[in-house]
Structures are given as structure tokens and as C-alpha cells.
């Protein structure tokens, strides 16, 4: 996946819902992530009309953000 631009980061919300929220474009669709610092709890979606391994990017997640837990989930779009 390729990065088309530069990322939007944008810090805002109140109280438990204060976090960030952040948008890359990529060539091939958009990544959008939102973190609640509130919780600790981050937001991770990943879409692309490019296939892709999903286990990489649990992979690459777990590596940079060593969760405690995880949830996931994994919808392919049918041509």
C-alpha cells in the first residue's frame, strides 16, 4: 500500500472521548484509525479495492502497537 499524501491527524472530543482521529489516502483506498485516550482503545479500518493479506496488517499492528487485545474482522467485497 502506497501513501498518497500526506496523513490528517486531528486531536479532538471531550472528557473519555478525547483522542485522535487520522485519515491516510493510499493508492489503492484509505486508512482510518481513531484512538480514545479515555480508554485506550484504538480503531483501525483498512480498505482497499487492492487485495491484500489481512494477517499482514495484524501482523504490522501488533508490532507497533502491541495491544493487550484484539477484535478483528475481515469483509471481502465480491466482484
Do not use: W
Not at 502506497?2 to 483522542?19: H, N, Q, V
Not at 480514545?36 to 494477517?55: H, W
Not at 499492528?61 to 474482522?73: C, G, L
Amino acid at each position: 500500500m502506497t501513501a498518497y499524501g500526506k496523513p490528517f491527524i486531528k486531536r479532538f472530543g471531550s472528557g473519555d472521548l478525547l483522542g485522535y482521529s487520522l485519515f491516510q489516502m493510499i493508492e489503492t483506498s484509505n486508512i482510518a484509525c481513531h484512538f480514545v485516550e479515555g480508554t485506550n482503545d484504538a480503531y483501525i479500518d483498512i480498505f482497499s479495492c487492492k487485495k491484500f493479506n489481512p494477517e499482514d496488517a495484524i501482523d504490522i499492528i501488533k508490532k507497533h502497537f502491541n495491544p493487550k487485545r484484539m477484535q478483528k474482522s475481515f469483509l471481502k467485497r465480491q466482484a
